[in-house]
């Protein structure tokens, strides 16, 4: 998978958010996105996503060598971010089921049970979200974003609410997927900003 973001420009009504961003990338390619509150960070990854579009410029996506559409990069993208919504009324496992159906149509029972033991939350499947810490919380996003094995990772404050073990969970899993897929990361967390080979500094 290739992303290749060029000149972007980014405006709500007259306002300027993001002008002249462009990056490439490529498998086990890794960007961190950085710049103050407010400056356009995460916008700038929910245009990475197909979530906002360009004023200007294009991102184009290349799976195969082959131009692909929004179907089938969303198919291929994680995101973890604070405005990924959860149902907090439902149980962890309905929540990630939901997410399964939405992407696939199929639940993988026994892929579920492993990544909730990958981010520590092993038998805790079945108790509602609304019982959950905002760290566990942060934690069920990871599940759902790894489940159908993106080559895309997509991180925006990716260690918002998490503790030092939920940090290091994290920094583990984002080495992981720099080995064979492409990972962004839009972070002002000097530690988290080291991770990556390339950056954007949005202003």
Same mark, same amino acid.
């Given at each position: 998978?290739?992303?290749?973001?060029? $000149?972007?420009?980014?405006?709500?009504?007259?306002?300027?958010?993001?002008?002249?961003?462009?990056?490439?990338?490529?498998?086990?390619d890794?960007?961190?996105?950085?710049?103050? $509150?407010?400056?356009?960070? &995460?916008?700038?990854?929910?245009m #990475?996503?197909?979530?906002?579009?360009?004023?200007?410029?294009?991102?184009?996506?290349?799976?195969d060598? *082959?131009?692909?559409?929004?179907?089938?990069?969303?198919?291929r993208?994680?995101?973890?971010?604070?405005?990924?919504?959860?149902?907090?009324?439902? &149980? /962890?496992?309905? =929540?990630?089921?939901?997410?399964?159906?939405v992407? *696939?149509?199929?639940?993988?029972?026994?892929?579920?049970?492993?990544?909730?033991?990958? +981010?520590?939350?092993?038998?805790?499947?079945?108790d509602?979200?609304?019982?959950?810490?905002?760290?566990?919380?942060?934690?069920?996003?990871?599940?759902?974003?790894?489940? *159908?094995?993106?080559?895309?990772? #997509?991180?925006?404050?990716?260690?918002?609410?998490?503790?030092?073990k939920?940090?290091?969970? +994290?920094?583990?899993?984002?080495?992981?997927?720099?080995?064979? =897929? #492409? +990972?962004? #990361?839009?972070?002002?967390?000097?530690?988290?900003?080291?991770?990556?080979?390339?950056?954007?500094?949005? /202003?």
């Amino acid at each position: 998978m290739r992303i290749i973001a060029h $000149n972007i420009e980014k405006r709500f009504n007259h306002r300027l958010v993001l002008r002249g961003v462009s990056f490439e990338l490529a498998e086990a390619d890794s960007l961190v996105i950085t710049g103050p $509150n407010g400056s356009g960070k &995460t916008t700038l990854v929910k245009m #990475i996503c197909g979530l906002l579009s360009p004023t200007a410029g294009a991102i184009e996506y290349f799976i195969d060598d *082959h131009k692909a559409g929004a179907e089938k990069v969303y198919e291929r993208i994680g995101l973890v971010g604070p405005y990924l919504q959860l149902y907090k009324d439902l &149980t /962890a496992w309905e =929540n990630l089921a939901f997410f399964a159906r939405v992407r *696939h149509g199929k639940i993988d029972r026994e892929k579920i049970g492993e990544l909730m033991a990958r +981010v520590g939350l092993a038998g805790r499947e079945h108790d509602a979200l609304k019982t959950y810490s905002s760290g566990m919380l942060q934690r069920i996003k990871y599940v759902a974003a790894l489940y *159908h094995d993106p080559r895309a990772l #997509i991180l925006d404050e990716p260690t918002a609410n998490l503790d030092e073990k939920g940090k290091k969970l +994290v920094y583990e899993i984002i080495e992981e997927q720099k080995r064979k =897929n #492409i +990972v962004i #990361i839009a972070t002002n967390e000097a530690e988290e900003i080291s991770f990556a080979a390339k950056r954007v500094d949005v /202003a």
